[in-house]
């Protein structure tokens, strides 16, 4: 065999080889936690102009050298802590409204190349605060749109408003809502006694669900229903004992009261007043036993009168 033949073997070798490696190691996988920013010459949109950035979630992507680079955004949750202070309602009343708000970076395509765009530079602490800017901000235009009563009342109508605000001022920054919980129901109740109230009464039943299992079906035609007795009582009591540091208007106590004892717990939780309904499905002679059990318990603790009972408890 001749010797440039062989060398021009040799250089063939190298050059696939070489080929090999700039493939191999631009050829970039993408994890499942996180989103791949490409940046660079990456193509134009559908009307023409020049993309800013291609992002990829799952799956993988060539990197081309010299016009090409790529970055990560990582899409681990970021919870924030929301102490929004003297917000006004539309009855110009001003309320606390603490809450926590959970949001990360959306997997949506387009809002994704709105994070690549504004979120790339940035560390996560960052982006903390830069999304907490943006929910201080719709959450008091929220609060201004709505009456005590409706903050109060309808707590789902109340959340519902602050997903959709904050979401849509959040997707223009790449971020997304996962979830928003409100954390001190006794910043409703001090709304209440704001806006008048000469009592309040707490709490109502909570959201449930039940499914058959073999029609799959939700059991209730409306899907979700009320869930009352025993079982929401630790509830009741947590939510009438803080919102009982906080007013100083009456609190009728409810939910899960099914004997004297309970309405014992619920007395020293910070009720003035008690309120029962589910166990009278049960047994109708419960009011007549739960009064009794009381006057019983009075006697045999020397207390004159029942409101010496009320917030009695001893917190840790």
């Not at 899907?223 to 208007?249: C, D, E, F, H, Y």
Request: net charge neutral.
């Amino acid at each position: 065999m001749q010797p440039w033949i062989i060398v021009l073997i040799v250089v063939a070798v190298l050059v696939l080889f070489m080929l090999f490696l700039m493939v191999a190691t631009r050829y970039k996988k993408c994890p499942p936690d996180k989103i791949m920013v490409i940046y660079g010459k990456v193509g134009a949109d559908r009307e023409g102009n020049a993309r800013s950035a291609k992002c990829i979630h799952g799956g993988a992507a060539f990197i081309w050298p010299l016009v090409q680079a790529f970055t990560y955004l990582d899409l681990t949750p970021l919870s924030i802590s929301v102490d929004l202070k003297s917000a006004l309602s539309r009855q110009n009343i001003r309320i606390d409204v603490p809450s926590i708000f959970t949001v990360g970076i959306s997997t949506e395509p387009t809002v994704m190349e709105n994070a690549a765009e504004r979120l790339r530079n940035l560390k996560m602490n960052e982006i903390q605060e830069l999304a907490k800017d943006i929910i201080f901000g719709q959450l008091r235009l929220v609060i201004a749109t709505m009456n005590i009563e409706e903050i109060n009342t309808d707590r789902d109508k109340f959340l519902e408003a602050i997903s959709r605000n904050v979401e849509g001022e959040l997707k223009k920054i790449g971020l997304r809502l996962i979830n928003v919980n409100v954390t001190d129901i006794s910043e409703m109740a001090v709304a209440a006694e704001s806006a008048g109230a000469d009592a309040i009464s707490m709490i109502n039943t909570l959201p449930g669900m039940c499914i058959d299992i073999r029609t799959r079906r939700p059991i209730i035609r409306n899907n979700t229903g009320g869930l009352s007795g025993p079982a929401v009582l630790p509830v009741a009591l947590r939510m009438v004992w803080q919102a009982s540091q906080k007013v100083k208007i009456p609190i009728v106590g409810l939910g899960g009261i099914s004997t004297w004892q309970d309405a014992v717990e619920m007395l020293l939780a910070g009720a003035t007043a008690l309120q029962i309904g589910t166990v009278l499905f049960t047994d109708p002679y419960a009011p007549i036993k739960i009064a009794q059990g009381l006057s019983d318990y009075m006697d045999e603790n020397g207390i004159q009168s029942l409101s010496e009972l009320t917030g009695g408890v001893k917190p840790w």
